[in-house]
């Protein structure tokens, strides 16, 4: 039950996640889904691959339909289950590792937590019927949706797909929009050329060097299934997600935005700036129930309400190009008129959840007497010049710490904070 996590299943395989439970699952999901049909692609994983055809067959013999969409990012399935009110499957790990494989669902274009299939699947509870598979494209449906209204921009792209789910289709929806595309690993593979398909400045040299190599406007790279971005401008300087955030608030006249509370506040000074609990169910949630035109995480997950509820890379890099395009300025130029950032990341690591538990109490305990605290998500506490938030990780024995400074001085006092906790803790 371990590969059951807060927003999807995922785990190593075959010892975690493997062919026979991954049938389990399909099954599990097929009665959840009562007879409505899926739309389930997979990304270029070994693992992904492998246990595809399981969870078709589990959700087959659920009596569901499946569309089989074929190899593709978890966006193509999840705009489907959007745009045909259905559920969405994407078999992907994500930004883990190329050991991993995992099983993320979607209903309307929501997230769908394996809680709600969870007590199927430990059960055995399940239904009988025989669903048809049915071969599916949908990337054109997804690609004119994406484009909509934009042609001609003119503008060279680098990209970094990380050899995942993403490397072809995004180039065919940059060239549709009139941009010439510089891709720096231009074959999928199921190992991410040995890096973790995370999108991240560690990662993004390649990138940067591309773009100053061929003097093009400005790189992104994606994650390996393509629901996260982050960008690299024409100078090949790597752009906090904080940063790009701002960029399209402004740009792009957003006025309203949800943001996870692990966001900085420099937001503030842009929009209407509402903070949910980290993760994607709950932006997309907040993003309906208030009404937002734009949704943020720290993660590099963007979302663009007038499109639909999820974050989606490719989308996000499009609408980069329609800015540019049309202000006629350099990203660059862009950024260098922007407030800087002063904002960091931290983890506290322990060899077990107990420990993580334990350390998270002290955390709080030293916290108690404070005042100006949100216990949200964790525990943020909020001071003239920063702030700083410890939440517990929903996958690792980790606690995330984030930092916030209105200024140089401000950021180093935030460091500080996590650095006496770090102690008090016995990192």
Do not use: W
């Not at 180039?171 to 690993?185: M, Y």
């Not at 390649?206 to 982050?230: E, I, P, T, W, Y």
């Not at 960091?344 to 690591?349: I, S, V």
């Not at 538990?357 to 108690?368: D, L, N, S, Y």
Request: glycine content about 10%; hydrophobic content about 40%.
């Amino acid at each position: 039950m371990g590969i059951f996590k807060d927003y999807d299943i995922r785990g190593i395989y075959p010892e975690e996640l493997n062919e026979e439970n991954a049938f389990l699952i399909g099954r599990a999901l097929g009665a959840y889904l009562k007879g409505r049909p899926a739309f389930l692609n997979y990304d270029t994983r070994v693992g992904s691959v492998n246990i595809k055809d399981d969870v078709v067959n589990g959700i087959l013999k659920s009596g569901s339909d499946v569309y089989e969409l074929g190899c593709g990012p978890i966006t193509v399935s999840n705009f489907a289950s959007f745009n045909e009110k259905a559920c969405g499957v994407s078999i992907t790990a994500s930004h883990n590792p190329a050991a991993y494989t995992g099983v993320i669902m979607y209903v309307n274009g929501t997230t769908l937590t394996p809680a709600s299939i969870k007590t199927y699947y430990a059960s055995k509870t399940f239904v009988r019927g025989a669903g048809r598979r049915i071969p599916h494209d949908y990337d054109d449906e997804y690609t004119e949706y994406i484009t909509r209204g934009i042609r001609n921009a003119g503008i060279n792209v680098g990209f970094d797909g990380m050899g995942g789910a993403t490397t072809y289709i995004t180039p065919h929806v940059l060239e549709k929009i009139g941009a010439k595309v510089c891709s720096i690993r231009p074959k999928a593979t199921s190992d991410f050329y040995g890096r973790t398909p995370e999108p991240s400045k560690a990662n993004s040299a390649g990138l940067s060097h591309s773009v100053r190599k061929n003097r093009l406007d400005f790189g992104a790279q994606l994650d390996a299934d393509g629901d996260r971005v982050v960008f690299v401008d024409d100078l090949g300087r790597f752009l906090d997600p904080m940063v790009t955030a701002m960029v399209f608030i402004k740009h792009l006249k957003l006025k309203k935005v949800t943001a996870s509370i692990a966001c900085s506040r420099i937001l503030e000074r842009y929009a209407d700036v509402v903070y949910v609990k980290v993760g994607r169910p709950y932006i997309e949630d907040a993003l309906k129930k208030a009404k937002s035109d734009f949704g943020v995480e720290t993660s590099s997950h963007f979302y663009f309400a007038d499109y639909y509820p999820f974050s989606d890379g490719i989308l996000a890099t499009v609408l980069m190009a329609k800015l540019l395009a049309k202000s006629g300025k350099r990203l660059s130029a862009i950024v260098d008129g922007l407030p800087k950032v002063y904002y960091g990341t931290d983890a506290l690591n322990f060899s077990d959840d107990a420990g993580r538990e334990a350390a998270m109490e002290r955390i709080i305990a030293m916290f108690k007497g404070y005042k100006d605290k949100i216990e949200l998500d964790g525990v943020k506490a909020v001071f003239e010049d920063g702030f700083v938030l410890f939440r517990k990780s929903n996958t690792e024995p980790i606690i995330r710490a984030y930092y916030d400074g209105d200024n140089p001085a401000g950021f180093r006092r935030m460091r500080g904070v996590v650095e006496k906790m770090r102690a008090a803790c016995g990192d």
